[in-house]
């Protein structure tokens, strides 16, 4: 079973305790690392009560945790389950997880003042005591008014009965909760919102608290749990992310400072990762249902694996597999199906979410019709780097755009030669397929799409690579290719991701390299100027100056 970095205060024989002294002020993680907070307001480091409403799987641990990291922040769990909190407050925890007795003793009943000497040091070590600052509770209305954050983490199980029952999540939990804290938070407490919930929740949220106190305004923080049951503890300790989604306006940004502050006591900053709510909430949903796409696949390798007859084993397919850094080595233990409170019950969410969104291809934006228009296909092979088109995305989404009888498809890519074909003409440059067309369809994420801003600018890196004493060795000799791959290598860590860092390559021929021009091509194409960048390749708020309109893959703006 996996360790914890709970530290032990009466580690030696030799130790020895009084029951004085005040609060310590350090907290003993190891990754204890100060963070600089780009602060966008006054409100960080002003945290001095805490509340999580929900004392279930994932209200308990995560508050202990933080409880523990943050010894000068008093936390304080509340439930309306009497029983659950009276297991909280006694030594048979409602949760077992390794390493949590340990972890909300320290945090809940304080530690005693501790000297002890190690076998071969002359100084004595002294451990200060540590006062409680977590509390089990089930005054809800208390707690929740003196908090300056308070988490939502009550249960979000899938809808039973009604509209979207066996899909939707079942929301009725986060909306008591929300309207105790819409009565009885403080002015200026932020909300967080740690349960699973489906996209939009947290409009929601805001909304139940505008209802009710429409004079004051609250922020509201997504801020989802990803540990798993049984390692909760390590994966609280060592979290591969803290995700924080927040209104991306200054009070909002604010906020998720604020909150930032709190796990950065133990959290190193690169891991807390702040995107906007939406993004948040969705990338919960996403993860999970990621993880148990894995778990289906590799189930469905061992049904093979057991049709092959002997030989097969899903244990060395699974090893072979995971061994790849791309995929990894988790989730691919197969087994008979995938069980727990979440997976299931956040993938029908995700479908639910998905199926009423009514996602179609968006031929509606040329008012639903492509007849007597001319559209641009920028990349034909199916990836960037090779002129291979066999089963390129490209070619389906060609057939069906001709399908809407347009005047004519042009298409370039600059891998592939021209040919002419019905209704679809292969030009060879991209000027010729931009020329007089409507809208411009990015297919393949070729360099050259990106346009001349972004080929500049890695031109201009290219001319002033950083290249310090590192290279000196190489300097003077003939020098075989791979040291020239060395020195590549060390040349490209600053002069961005250019395939010829050095300058060796004589010129491509000329459609090769041509990048596109997008301030010609919005001065040749027609109104209404769209741009379908199915790649994210091309910088959008460039061509937004330019007057086109752009779409992005998988941009909800
Ligand atoms: N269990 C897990 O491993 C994980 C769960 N999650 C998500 O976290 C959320 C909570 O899950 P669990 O902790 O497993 O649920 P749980 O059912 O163990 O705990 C929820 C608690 O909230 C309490 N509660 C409900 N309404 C309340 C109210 N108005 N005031 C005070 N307390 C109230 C319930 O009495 C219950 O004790 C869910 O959205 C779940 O999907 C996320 C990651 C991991
Ligand atoms: O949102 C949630 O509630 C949580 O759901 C899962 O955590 P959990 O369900 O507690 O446990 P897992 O370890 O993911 O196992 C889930 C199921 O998948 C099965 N599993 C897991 C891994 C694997 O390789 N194969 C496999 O069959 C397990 O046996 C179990 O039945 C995720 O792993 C967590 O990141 C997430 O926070």
Redesign the pocket.
């Known amino acids: 079973m996996p360790s914890t970095d709970a530290p032990s205060v009466t580690s030696t024989p030799s130790s020895r305790t009084t029951a004085t002294s005040p609060i310590s002020s350090g907290c003993a993680s190891p990754e204890l690392k100060p963070v600089e907070l780009t602060s966008v307001g006054p409100n960080v480091g002003h945290v001095k009560n805490v509340c999580f409403?929900?004392?279930?799987?994932?209200?308990?641990p995560t508050a202990a945790v933080i409880a523990y990291h943050n010894p000068q922040i008093q936390v304080t769990v509340?439930?309306?389950?009497e029983e659950?909190i009276s297991a909280w407050n006694s030594s048979h925890l409602p949760i077992h997880e390794d390493g949590l007795l340990k972890v909300v003793r320290i945090a809940r009943d304080g530690t005693l003042d501790t000297i002890f000497s190690l076998p071969g040091f002359a100084d004595c070590i002294h451990l200060k005591a540590r006062q409680p600052n977590l509390m089990f509770s089930t005054a809800?209305v208390e707690a929740i008014s003196i908090s300056d954050i308070i988490f939502i983490?009550?249960?979000?199980p899938t809808k039973t009965q009604g509209l979207g029952s066996g899909a939707m999540?079942d929301i009725s939990?986060i909306e008591?909760?929300t309207r105790?804290i819409a009565k009885h938070a403080r002015p200026g407490a932020i909300i967080v919102e740690?349960?699973?919930?489906s996209c939009g929740t947290a409009r929601m949220i805001q909304e139940i608290l505008e209802y009710h106190r429409p004079e004051t305004s609250f922020e509201i923080l997504s801020n989802?749990?990803?540990?798993?049951?049984g390692t909760?503890v390590q994966d609280l300790m060592h979290p591969d992310r803290i995700l924080i989604g927040s209104a991306q306006t200054t009070p909002g940004l604010r906020a998720a400072s604020t909150l930032q502050e709190v796990y950065a006591a133990w959290v190193p900053r690169d891991r807390i990762v702040t995107v906007n709510t939406f993004s948040s909430e969705l990338s919960?949903l996403v993860a999970n249902a990621m993880l148990a796409q894995r778990i289906s696949s590799i189930n469905s390798i061992s049904a093979i694996c057991e049709g092959v007859g002997h030989g097969a084993d899903i244990g060395d397919v699974s090893l072979a597999t995971g061994k790849d850094k791309r995929l990894g080595a988790k989730f691919l233990q197969a087994g008979v199906g995938f069980g727990?409170?979440?997976f299931e019950?956040?993938i029908r969410n995700l479908a639910y979410l998905a199926a009423t969104l009514h996602l179609d291809v968006v031929v509606s934006d040329l008012n639903g019709s492509l007849r007597g228009k001319k559209i641009s296909v920028l990349g034909f092979a199916f990836k960037d780097g090779t002129n291979d088109t066999r089963n390129s995305i490209a070619v389906h989404i060609i057939k069906d755009l001709a399908n809407e009888m347009p005047r004519e498809i042009a298409i370039f890519d600059p891998g592939c030669s021209p040919t002419q074909l019905d209704r679809v003409k292969i030009c060879g440059s991209w000027r010729g397929a931009a020329q007089a067309s409507s809208a411009v369809c990015v297919l393949t994420p070729w360099k050259q799409f990106r346009g001349c801003r972004a080929a500049v600018l890695v031109k201009s890196l290219n001319k002033e690579p950083d290249v310090s004493a590192t290279v000196f060795k190489f300097v003077g000799k003939d020098l075989p290719e791979m040291d020239i791959l060395e020195l590549e290598t060390i040349v490209r860590r600053s002069a961005s991701e250019s395939e010829d860092p050095l300058g060796r390559l004589k010129p491509l021929p000329s459609h090769l390299g041509d990048v596109v021009d997008w301030a010609e091509v919005a001065e040749t194409m027609q109104e209404p100027r769209w741009v379908f960048d199915g790649r994210n390749v091309v910088d959008i708020s460039e061509l937004q100056t330019l007057g086109f309109r752009v779409k992005g893959i998988g941009k909800g703006f």
């Open positions: 409403v929900g004392a279930g799987f994932v209200g308990g509340v439930d309306l389950n659950r809800v983490c009550v249960n979000t999540a939990a008591g909760a105790s740690k349960s699973t919930v989802p749990e990803f540990l798993a049951e909760a919960k727990g409170s979440c019950k956040d």
